[in-house]
């Protein structure tokens, strides 16, 4: 077991590495579509800039609180886009049968289709959400306690976690519906949106929807909660603000077990 | 001791078409039927047949790409599809159609990466690398980007690629597909004595049939999922007459032909053509007839045309 993990991940590391040098021998295009990434991902938060130059608080947030927020929804995003962005394009895979030809290889399909194209240019979100963040983190006016620090690296892997899962759940679909990559975007990048402000501005239902269904709101809302120390609108037990674990533990077996269910058919129908 | 051994496979497969405005019909396909045949370590056999007979799914089912619906499956001492990562170290597959080399690298960073997935100890690797430069004649293209090499380039990259591992068998799906004469008779020249030096088993499909007559001594033809022939290629020649005869019925006799009346269509010769199988009587085609307006202006096809 933890061989063949250490051999996937090495595997990974293998492929991503090739592709880091292929997109750094266009090393103009890499700059800029990072620059590029930078300033698309950049224009989102300067929108919420726009909104506090007209209103004071959103949803009993201020602008720092929801940068904390922002920034937190972003970088989440940001490394489980970086790691398995890519996975989306599984659909397009099947159509043109570069499936078979990872089949052919001695490694894992998933990690193969994880790591293909690996695109380092991804870091261009990272960095925006890491800045946000970062600056939400100076600018608050919080008591930092042990807890509180402990929560922002609890809240970025957990966080991350969930949306590994989504997008895997999101591409093992396409097992079945050749072109839906549409909808996997709808929960992955759609639902960092929706994490970006604060769940306070939307109806109960949809706080629900994405607790209970698409538990995205376990990337950082429920850990911001805490750290920001702020009512809960659903009045849940406190231990919710701690089940990012729990929600991205079932999230990644439903996941892997979405994705093993696609594998095996898409070996026994060959489309 | 057969390093293939097919026993008894069928696959099928379930087609979905529509069949109204929202109703959906599904059709049970067999792609293979009852499948069995068995290839020493060292032969090279042909495997050819028309499109769409099962040569690819074979193939697919081979490498452990696709689980068979029945029957048994053995390759170098593996079930392709319960043990696909462990068996694809002891295999290597060339699809003629399309490239399993990456895209935007070069050939020798390719190499190089197969290198390291497959773990191809150091100085076996050289050995295989220089080797497979010097016969493919890959010294020039190595630093070139696969997307910039030419269909034959790409395809002598390819071959390469799948035998850097020493894999006991290899499968080419239609190898020289698309390539002109010389780069086929090179690439020939190159599989026989691969072959014969390493002692690799070959698989080869193919719609060429000179590629079986100078590299195979054994054929295997898949007709409708099923194994109509396996023998040697004299054989196959013996069994049925490689002629064919066209009965066209005109609607209305031609009144002066423009066509030479006696043509071969098709081909005859052994070199080129598709033997043709056993068959009861010529089988008589009728063309649909058309509308006596129709084209004027494309007279040269239709007997039913005015000229």
Redesign the interface.
């Known amino acids: 077991m933890v061989d063949r993990v250490a051999a996937n991940v090495s ?1 990974y590391a ?2 991503a590495w ?1 592709w880091i ?2 997109s750094l021998s266009y090393r103009t295009s890499f700059a800029l579509l990072t620059a590029g990434q930078f300033l698309i991902t950049g224009l989102d938060f300067v929108a919420i800039l726009v909104m506090f130059s007209n209103v004071d608080v959103l949803g009993g947030f201020s602008l720092t609180e929801i940068a904390f927020l922002y920034g937190g929804s972003a970088l989440c995003l940001g490394f489980a886009d970086l790691l398995l962005g890519n996975i989306e394009r599984l659909g397009q895979r099947i159509r ?3 499936v ?2 990872m ?6 399909l998933f990690v193969q289709v994880c790591a293909d194209e690996f695109a380092l240019r991804r870091l261009g979100r990272i960095t925006q959400g890491g800045l946000v963040f970062a600056w939400s983190i100076y600018a608050l006016d919080l008591d930092w306690t042990a807890a509180r620090v402990a929560m922002v690296p609890y809240l970025l892997v957990f966080g991350t976690v969930i949306f590994l899962a989504i997008f895997t759940i999101g591409a093992a679909v396409q097992f079945w519906t050749a072109e839906s990559s549409e909808l996997a975007n709808a929960f992955t990048y759609g639902g960092s949106t929706l994490a970006q402000f604060p769940m306070t501005i939307y109806p109960v239902e949809a706080i629900k929807a994405l607790t209970f269904i698409v538990p995205i709101a376990f990337v950082n809302w429920y850990p911001s909660l805490f750290i920001l120390d702020k009512p809960d609108p659903l009045h849940l037990p406190t231990a919710a603000q701690f089940a990012a674990p729990v929600a991205a533990a079932l999230l990644t077996v439903a996941a892997a077990g979405i994705w093993r269910t696609g594998v ?1 058919r898409y ?5 | 001791m057969s390093v293939i051994e097919v026993r008894g496979v069928d696959r099928s ?2 087609v979905r078409r529509r069949s109204g405005r929202l109703r959906r019909a599904s059709t049970t396909v067999h792609a293979v039927r009852d499948l069995s045949f068995s290839v020493e370590a060292g032969e090279m056999v042909g495997y050819i047949g028309p499109n769409g007979a099962g040569k690819s ?1 074979t193939i ?1 089912m081979l ?5 068979p ?1 029945a029957g048994s499956l053995r390759v170098a001492g593996y079930t392709p ?1 319960a043990e ?3 068996l ?2 002891r ?1 290597g ?1 060339v ?1 003629g159609q ?1 490239t ?1 080399l ?1 895209w ?2 070069p050939l020798r ?1 390719s190499y190089d ?1 197969l290198r ?3 773990r191809i100890p150091a100085d076996r690797y050289r050995e295989n690398l220089d080797t497979f430069t010097d016969l493919l004649g890959l010294g020039p293209l190595l630093d070139t980007p696969v997307r910039q090499l030419s269909l034959g380039q790409r395809m002598r990259g390819d071959i390469a690629a799948a035998l850097l591992h020493d894999p006991d068998v290899v499968y080419l799906d239609e190898p020289t597909i698309g390539l002109d004469v010389v780069s086929k008779s090179n690439l020939r020249d190159f599989l026989r004595e691969t072959n014969r030096e390493r002692g690799v088993t070959v698989l080869l499909t193919t719609h060429d049939l000179v590629d079986i007559e100078r590299l195979c001594s054994r054929v295997m033809v898949i007709d409708a999922g099923r194994l109509v022939f396996d023998g040697s290629l004299e054989g196959l020649h013996g069994l049925g007459e490689a002629r064919r005869t066209l009965v066209v019925d005109l609607v209305e006799p031609a009144r002066r032909s423009t066509y030479p009346t006696r043509r071969r269509c098709g081909s005859t010769g052994r070199d080129s053509g598709w033997p043709s199988l056993p068959r009861p009587a010529p089988r008589r085609w009728s063309p649909p007839s058309l509308p006596p307006t129709r084209s004027p202006t494309s007279p040269s096809w239709s007997p039913t045309s005015r000229t």
Request: hydrophobic share 45%; aromatic share 10%.
């Open positions: 595997a293998l492929l090739m040098r292929v043109l049968g570069t078979d030809q089949l052919v290889r001695p490694l894992s095996r070996r026994s129908t060959g489309s | 497969f379930v799914t697919k490498t452990g790409i696709l689980v619906s599809y696909r990562a462990a694809a170290q295999i597959v699809f399309r399993t990456w935007d690298l960073d990466l390291r997935i497959y």
